[in-house]
């Protein structure tokens, strides 16, 4: 997720990355030429809920390239002019106000872009919803893009638009709760929250499902690398960790909820004769995760939302939490600090 009290001085962004999984045992599963599995009992679906995110995304940025309107804004010559100026009104803010190619931060706000003081004082709740469909310029759109076609677009074949896209929703909200809390200054866009639950659900399925898979320390070592590497990539200035962090924990949790595969000799209980006993759907530690993760969302939810409206400054309730969004150094300063 991009942030900054403006967009001058560079805009961060953040996207996801895909990482393959391990190829799966007997028990009725097959491997297929992707990364990701899918039941030799189950539907294969057709993904068609993370294309129409895509092309969501896309249309809000051009409406707010519209509404931004860069040649009739006043810029003075130290900021230039706008940039691709045959593209009439779409055209992008000057480099010096905007590196991404994109509308001014008046603008992002103006469309629904986080802000504290405006969710809080003047009970705007509505941004959180708002601000994971917004970007800061074309770059930050197509990286984030990108990211979602390559994660989400497997996910929705194995799993169906109703789970993932429940993923996709209220991970993108729970990282603009946390974000809420600890950004108070400026403002922060993009749907990186949302990407990262994508990640955070696909590490959780892994481990609920653990037995039907091989090579699961390969699997597993991969994710984590991926999801690492994003998270650092979160520590750089102008980039919204905070908004990465609960998206990534909000989806990690609900792959526990909703990723669960049931046993094989549930699936094939049809086949069994007349009167023979079958198993239960699930095996009973993914019972445990369920209930587990499901108590913890909820309260988690609850109280980061009760405390974001009263106002609680998440600096002040965690001193070294600032660390977790951007760490000082010879080379950069960072503006939360």
Not at 242 to 251: E, N, Q, T, V, Y
Not at 317 to 329: A, D, E, G, N, V
């Amino acid at each position: 997720m991009a942030r900054g009290g403006d967009l001058e001085g560079g805009r961060g962004i953040k996207s996801g990355g895909g990482g393959g999984r391990g190829s799966p045992a007997g028990n009725g599963y097959s491997s297929t030429s992707a990364p990701y599995l899918i039941e030799e009992t189950g539907t294969q679906w057709t993904s068609w809920l993370v294309p129409m995110f895509v092309v969501a995304n896309i249309a809000v940025f051009l409406v707010a390239m519209y509404i931004n309107d860069c040649p009739k804004q006043y810029h003075s010559r130290a900021e230039g002019s706008c940039v691709a100026g045959f593209l009439g009104r779409f055209s992008f803010e000057p480099i010096r106000d905007n590196p991404l190619f994109g509308p001014s931060s008046a603008t992002l706000e103006k469309l629904g872009a986080l802000q504290w003081g405006k969710i809080v004082e003047k009970h705007q709740g509505w941004r959180l919803v708002t601000c994971m469909w917004l970007h800061a310029g074309i770059i930050h759109l197509i990286a984030n893009m990108l990211s979602l076609v390559v994660i989400g677009v497997r996910l929705e074949q194995q799993f169906g638009f109703v789970r993932v896209g429940i993923i996709y929703l209220v991970s993108g909200f729970g990282g603009s709760v946390l974000s809420s809390l600890f950004l108070r200054a400026g403002i922060a866009v993009g749907a990186s929250g949302a990407l990262f639950g994508l990640l955070g659900a696909m590490l959780s399925e892994l481990i609920t499902n653990w037995t039907i898979y091989t090579n699961k320390a390969a699997a597993l070592v991969t994710l984590f690398v991926i999801i690492a590497i994003n998270l650092a990539i979160g520590i750089l200035p102008h980039v919204d960790n905070f908004a990465h962090i609960g998206g990534f924990l909000s989806g990690f949790l609900l792959g526990f909820v909703l990723l669960p595969r049931p046993q094989f000799a549930w699936l094939e209980r049809r086949n069994l004769p007349a009167g023979a006993g079958f198993k239960s759907k699930y095996k009973p530690y993914q019972y445990v995760l369920w209930v587990v993760s499901l108590a913890l969302l909820i309260a988690g939810f609850t109280v980061a939302l009760v405390m974001l409206f009263r106002g609680v400054n998440g600096h002040e309730s965690c001193h070294w939490c600032k660390y977790l969004s951007c760490i000082p150094t010879s080379k950069w300063k960072c503006d939360t600090f």
